[in-house]
């Protein structure tokens, strides 16, 4: 098996769902840290796993206050081949994503 330890940045320009992970076939990820901060007004937003035709919501209405950072995951969140995990934020321009995982493969 191999191991690849990896990190994402996404900058949220838009209020339209962003596709944050999908792991690839025969592949799954262990996400360790997801840190997501404003950076002014505060902003609310949403975070779901879609498998196919189901959607699973892991937060649904979640808020980070204005000028704020916050840690999402108290534990690490595993993800595999015919997951999605997605991030809508409800206000274009102010969130920001720094995630870090390990890919098994």
Same mark, same amino acid.
């Given at each position: 098996?191999?191991?690849? #330890?990896?990190?994402? @940045? ?9 596709? %944050?992970l999908a792991p ?6 262990? %996400? @360790? ?7 002014? /007004? /505060? ?5 779901? %796993? ?31 081949? /015919?997951?999605?995990?997605? %991030?809508t934020a409800a206000?274009?321009d102010r969130l920001?994503?720094?995630?870090? #995982?390990?890919?098994?493969?």
């Open positions: 098996m191999a191991h690849s #330890y990896k990190n994402k @940045k996404v900058d949220f320009t838009s209020t339209n769902a962003v596709d %944050i690839a076939t025969n592949t799954t990820a262990i %996400i @360790k840290s997801m840190l997501l901060s404003d950076d002014g /007004g /505060g902003s609310n937003f949403t975070m779901v %796993i879609v498998n196919g035709s189901d959607t699973f919501n892991v937060f649904n209405g979640g808020s980070i206050a204005s000028n704020a950072t916050s840690e999402l995951l108290t534990h690490p969140m595993v993800l595999q081949n /015919g997951d999605t995990l997605k %991030i206000t274009a920001h994503l720094v995630m870090s #995982y390990l890919e098994v493969s």
